[in-house]
Structures are given as C-alpha cells and as structure tokens.
C-alpha cells in the first residue's frame, strides 16, 4: 500500500480509528504481526470465554482491551502470541434458555420433551453468536481471531476434558460419595460454592425464625423440661436427629408460663424477651450432653444414639438463638460433619425437585409437597402440638442459583467429588510461583481460598455438557475411558457425538458384561478449568507445543474469577500436571456507575458503550481503563468526562505535535536520511525522555503493572506537546534541521513504544512518518520490533532531565499565580524569585523566563513579601507584579501578534503567505508599532502596517 496516504486529513479521531480498523483488516495485519515471529517463540496467553449469548458490557470491554495490551506488547518483543476467542457454550445457562423457550420446568418435563430433541435445540441455541462482538472488539482495537474461535461443544474439546477426568481418577484424586453442598431444586443439580461466591450469589430473604420445644426424656432433674432450639429452615424440623449445646458454656433451667426449658445464660434476655422468667438453676453444658428428647415429628426410622443431645465444636453460637442447636445431617455443612462423627443418619429427605419423601417409620403428611411450602404447615402443626415456643421472621442473606434465580439449599447427595483437600499442600507451594497483580491476592483471597474450600462436586444430573466417561456393570464393576478411540475400541460402535443422549447408547461388553455409561455429566467448569489444553486438543494433537509451553504467561479477569476460573485452573494444573496453570495474573476490580451503584439503566448511571466508543474512539477508552485503579484490582466508578480528558491531554495533542511535524517537514522537503544527533539542550532532554519512557513502559508491562506504561505514555506526551515542540517551535518552524530530526525520532519511536497501549493513534504517526522515510520500513508499527533503549544515555543526562522538572514546576507554579492574579501570560513581568530550590543552569533560566515572560530570575533565601506567591514542596516562588509601561507596552505587542494569526488562520493564509495589515489608530497601538513594529512584521509576515479605522489582513503573494 501506497505509503504515502492517510497524510493529510482533517478527520475527527473516532473517524480515524474507523480507517486505520479498516487498514488492517484489508491488510491482514494481525496475522501477519503473530506470522512474523517463530514458531518456537511462543508467549502464551489463556482467554477465559464469555458466554456465547451475553452483549458485551463495560466488564467484558476492561478484560478485552487488558487481553490485547500485553500480548501487543509480548508480539513487538519477538514472541508469537497465538490469540483464539473462544466460547463458553455449555451448561446450565444454555439449558435454561431451551427450557424458557418450550416452556419446560423441571428435569422430568425435559425427558418428556425427548433428550435428542433437546440436546438439539441446546445445539441451535449456541448456534447463533452475538454480532455485537465483532463491533466490539475492533472498535477497542483487540486483535483476536474469532472467526476460528473454539467452543467448549467441540468434540475435540469434550475429549480433553474427559481425558483430565481420566487422569484425576487414575491418580486416586476423584471419588464417588455423598457429601453435603449447595443445591439447585429447579436444575435438580448441585451448585459449586465458588459459583456463588464469583458473584456474591446472594440475596435478602424473609424467613421464617421460630424457637422450637424439645421435650427431655431422661429421667431426673430435667425431665419434662423444653430444651429450645432456634431455626430459619422449619422445614428441617422433621430431619432433626440431634441438639448440641457448648459444654463450655452457662446454660439455665428457667421457668415461664408454668413451664420449665433449658436455654444457654447468654441468650436468656432475647429468648424471653416480652415474658416473664426466673432461673431456677445454672448448669454447664456438659451437664446436658447425652440427654435424650422426644423430637416433634417421628416420619423418619431412628437409631440408637440420635434424639440426643451432643458437644460438638464450632456449632453454637451465642450471637443469636437460644444456644442450643437443632441439627439435621444432610441439610448444612457442619450438621453433616457432626452427624458423621457421631455416626448419626445421614438424612435424604427431599427429592431432587426439593419435595418431601415418603416417611419410613411414619406415614410423613407432607410427601410431595416443595420444602419451602411445607414451612408454614409445620409450623402451624407445632403450635397445634404445643411444641412452638416462638415464631418470628427474619430477613437475611440466602444464596440463590443465577442461572434460574432459584434459591438454594445444602443437601446431602450422591455425587463425584475432587479431593481437594489432599491437593491444599501442593497448591499452596505452587501459588509462590506465581505473579499476582494486585500482590496480596497471593496470599490473601486466593492462598486463603486454597486452604479453606472443601472438596469440588464435579458431577451433575443433568444433560449438556461433557460426560462423565465412566461406566458400569450391574455388580459394580467400572470403566473410565479417557478418549473416543478408546470407547469406540471397547464397544466397537461408533461415536458419532459425546453429548447426551447420543454416549449413553453406547453399551461396553467385556469379559460376559455388559457396562452401561453412567448418566451424570461435569461440571462446566471442569470444562473451564481443562481450557489450556482442551482448546488444543492436548493430548491428542499438539503435544510438544503444549508440553514445551505450560505453564502459560499470562491471563487476566475480574477479581470474581479469583476463587471460581483461576482457582479450578489451579486445581486441575496441580493435580494433572503438577504444576500451576500460568505464571502472570491480572485481576481486575469492579466498575461502577457514575454515582458507585452498580451499572444500571435504571439507575441512568453510565452510558452505553456503543456510544462512547463512536464518540470517543478505542485509544481513548484503553487509556482511560489501562491506566485506572482496576488493573490493580481496586473497584472504581466509571467516569465519561475522563474520556474527554484523555482526549484533550493526550490524544489531540499527539496528534498534533505530528501534524506540525508534518507540516514543517513537508515545507523544508526533510527526509529521514538527514537525522542528527541531539546537540540542541531541548533535543537532549526531550530524547533522554523518549529513551526514559521507553524503560518505562517496557519495566511495566514486563512487570504486569499495565497503569505504570499508560501513565508513562501520558506523561510523556505532555512533555512532548506542552513542553518540548511549543519550546522549538521557532526552530522547527524555521526548518532547524536539528530540530525536525529530533521530532521525527522521538515521534517514529514514540510510536512503536505507545503502540500496545494507543494502537490506532501510534499506527496512524507511524504511517505518516514514513512518507518523510528513505528506506524500507514495514507497512504497520504492529508488524516493527518494540524499540530499545539506552540506559548510559538516560543516566548521562539524569540531571538534565531531574533540572527540566524543576523547571516544569517552576513554570507551573508561576502561572497558577498569574492566573490568580488575573495577568495575562503574554503581558511581561520583571522578575521571579524561587526560594528553597538549588539553581538550574543559565540555559535551562532561560526557559523560566521565556515561559513565565518575566525579564529575570532571582534565586533567594526568601521571596520578597511584596510579590505575589505560592509554595510547594518546601518551594516558594513568586512573581513582582508591578507593570511599568515599557512592560505594559511589550504586552500589547503580544496580544497584537496573536490578534494577527488568529486573523491569518481564519482567512485560510498558509505559512509563506506574506501580508498586508491595518491597524486601529488608537494611542497605545499606534505605540506599539512605534516600538515593535519591525520586529512583528516579521513574526506574522507582514509587508507593510497601516493605520486604519479596525484590524484587516490582505493576502499580498
């Protein structure tokens, strides 16, 4: 392509950034970019998938554009970054949207449905993706490649995910067990913990709070008496199989209402609160253990040892309740652990739907009816026997399953489990070899995270997703395959696909049995978990590839990801392969609206991102999220006027300091074969910079810290614009060879190194810059080498450049003070004085007073009282405002000069255009060209001045 176009046009950013997408889609420059480096250098990077029917939204924009920074930079560094989208199109989510769309409720309507049916239609759903991406990702300048994005439906997918399920059973790290977890009574499924805590899965309930009457059987001194016992769950009254109480702790028999319970001391003012009570004795809880009680229903077979009160540590609680704790094994974690140990039943008393089963001692009144209806029922059923001693309501925090908006329960249920636990050691000693950014992640979430999780259930009853590749004879015998050729050798059928119900048709004979797969699938996020082999087939295909490159460089998500993508990852890292699953981590915090709630149309709190990004343009975005506390895992409000600010402080005036290169380049027919070195004091400082920023930007993204390069970027162009081209505009204007050289460099450079960050804008200088080049240089700044830097160069001019922000801050300071005092920059002044500050050198003074426009500078002990002034820092700097009329006089002169460019810019006069003015006969202008007229003649080209009746310029050449 003609390097030559794109040089000239007065185009708005977002317009820009339109063409250039355009550019590098007809060009196919990311593919080329990954292409040019070796095959044998690769960075790897790991994407986690969105779900294949979400919109992007503003969370899904922070993680693309941090996907894209580092492996940019990786890419320009030499390494082959190899970046594939992918989609999560399994689960729950997907089933879900079926179930919706044919009005399906339960697992049992599904089988009604037809399972082949229904696994079609999961197929058509994950069919069809969002458009909306494509737009997306290339308006934010990410490049990855969707169009050969891999699914977790893929059969070579599934396949690695079953070959992990084979190894984890292989090495004694699965087993098959019943274990109490969070449950799912409308999927009919067991829910991972760390799924609810990745979104803080909960919401305010009001339930039922009720004081339950257990009557002590045991003879002696409290027989007869009512332990209390507080529950929210009435529902498990009729799975109670215990109480426990703190032997430690003061309990009490009080009498009330005719009536004598045991209550722990503690709790006594808000159990009987409203009543009127007396102690009529203080006991330990020691002294209750082993007593016996008659339980308020009897649906359910018993056995010796339960009906009892126990000790069990951690249970109780004297923060709420009566001290005493009802406990029904198989409904709560801890409950299912005491009753273990006391080898209490373990109690499977609802069904998969959540509905009571049928009594085994009793006839149970409640058989089929849905746990949370039978509540009031119960309760109204303990009052009739005289067995409620309180009934109350509370609200408080209920997990409940996103996918359905269900709320969920603990259950004991049969299911497959990792064990975690025997990994914890491992992976904690795995964990220090990982970067985590923000660092306490290491050992605060997630090292806590490894040591305090339970064993993951991996099995689900239900239908789209991988299966379980296991199966089993009648007399128990088992089979677990770990890839297609083995089923299809062991059957001899074919497997034409691994989903539901297609695998489960296929039957095993071996050795005079027959082995029937069993029917329950994994969980989706073993599937997440298996992504860093799974998306390459490992190990069916690309072995070496994967084997020579785990663990992967680098992989970034919101901080929810920490205990749910990145801790299964590590999981199956450490048990597979032990090894951690990638060395660099980013995790993100979370964005808020505009008022800190969370983004919400309702709440109008942000704007919608399609809009931002065609007003604002990709460059703008990147900066404003790259460089924000959420890429060290702060939250933070999203904020539209920073946009504007990036665009005003950073972008238009890059833009424009290549624009006046440009401009004067193409005046003076400069070519790049004319570069020299910097011998100029600005083209020194302004080069050590470039080589500074380089160093910079570089040590940040080699370091993960992503706001340290965008900061440095930004930085950088202030001094760029603001500092060095409006101090050398004179000599660039004037085609100082030194000067135009020095620009180029630093604009040709500055281009490669802000690449990862602005990677429209820079391609866009780079692309210009060429024009001005002599020899060969690649078509797109993302296919040229990261630049280098010079260290001995940055140090040689460390105090130059340590001098130059003195000065900066100098200059600051003295024009906040003329802008407090209201006196125009263009209007001199006669001295500045700086207290508290060493001496810059004479050349460096110099810049002081051109930019604050004072005849001198004065290094003092102390700044004279009678000026005007400002401190920072111990710095105190102050300006003599008096104006004399030789002062006042100068500063006409100035505004005078301005009056004409601006008059010369708005007639469309080019530079070289010569001039005739009129001027207003006014005394003091006509002052003004007594004493400066040549001398602004020459400043805005002018051939002849005149006095007339108003200002007007005439083009003369």
Known sequence: MDKKENSNQNITIPQMEEETLSYWLENKIFERSVEKNPKENLYVFYDGPPFISGLPHYGHLLGSIAKDIVPRYWTMKGKRVER????????????????????????????????ERFTQECYNYTRETSAEWDWYVNKIGRWVDIKNAYRTTDQNYMESVMWTFKQLYDKGLVYEGIRTSLYCTKCGTPVSNFEIAMDNSYKDVEDPAITVKFKIRTDGEFK?????????????????????????????????????????????????????????KKIKGADLVGLKYEPPFRFYSSKEGEFEIYHYEGMVSMEEGTGIVHSAPGFGEIDSEMGKHFGLTLMLTIDDEGKFLPGTEQENPYTGVFYKDADPLLINDMITANLLFKSEKIVHRFPYHDRCDTLLIQRAQQSWFIDVNSLKPRMTELNERINWIPEHLKHGRFG????????WCISRNRYWATPMPVWESEDGDRIVVSSVKEIEELSGQKVEDLHRPYIDKIIIKKDGKEY???????????????MPWAQIHYPFENKEKFETNYPGDYIVEYIAQVRAWFNVMHILSTAVFDSNSFKNVISTGVMAGSDGRKMSKTFNNYTDPRQVLQDYGGDALRLYLMGSPLMIGDNANFEESELRTKLRNVLNPLWNSLKYFQMYAAVFNWKNSEVTKPEHILDTWITARLHEVIKTISTGMEEYRVPVAVRAVEEFVDDLSRWYVRRSRDRISAGDKGALSTLYTVLFEFSRASAPVIPFMSENIYRILRVFSVGDTPESVHLEQFPGYDNDFILSNQGLLENMKKVRDLVSYGLSIRSEKKISVRQPLSSVAASGVDKVP?????????ELNVKEIQYV????????????????????????????????????????????????????????????????????IELYGEEISKKIQASNLTAGPDFTVRKVN
């Open 84 to 115: 594939v989208w992918g989609w999560d199109a399994h689960g729950l989510t997907v089933e879900n949207k079926v179930q919706k769309k044919f009005g399906i409720k339960n697992r049992r309507d599904i089988e009604k449905f037809g399972l």
């Open 448 to 455: 806590q995270n490894i040591q305090q999780q339970p064993d």
């Open 861 to 928: 002990t102390e700044v004279p009282a009678a000026y005007a002034s400002a401190s920072f820092n111990n710095i105190n700097v102050g300006l003599d405002t008096n104006i004399t009329d030789e002062l006042k006089y100068e500063g006409l002169s100035r505004d005078f000069v301005r009056k004409i460019q601006e008059m010369r810019k708005e007639a469309g006069l080019k530079v070289g255009d010569i001039i005739e003015i009129t001027y207003p006969s006014d005394p003091d202008t006509a002052k003004v």
């Open 842 to 850: 004479q050349e460096l003074s110099v810049l002081i007073l051109d």
């Open 516 to 530: 029937k797969r069993r029917l329950e699938v994994l969980d989706s996020w073993l599937e997440a978990g298996s």
């Open 224 to 280: 007869n008496a009512f332990a209390l016992a507080w529950t929210t769950t009435p529902w498990t009254i009729p799975s109670n199989r215990a109480l426990v109480v703190d032997k430690d702790a003061d309990y009490t028999l009080v009498e009330s209402d005719g009536s004598r319970y045991i209550t722990a001391e503690a709790r006594n003012d808000n159990v009987f609160s409203g009543r009127e009570f007396k102690v009529l």
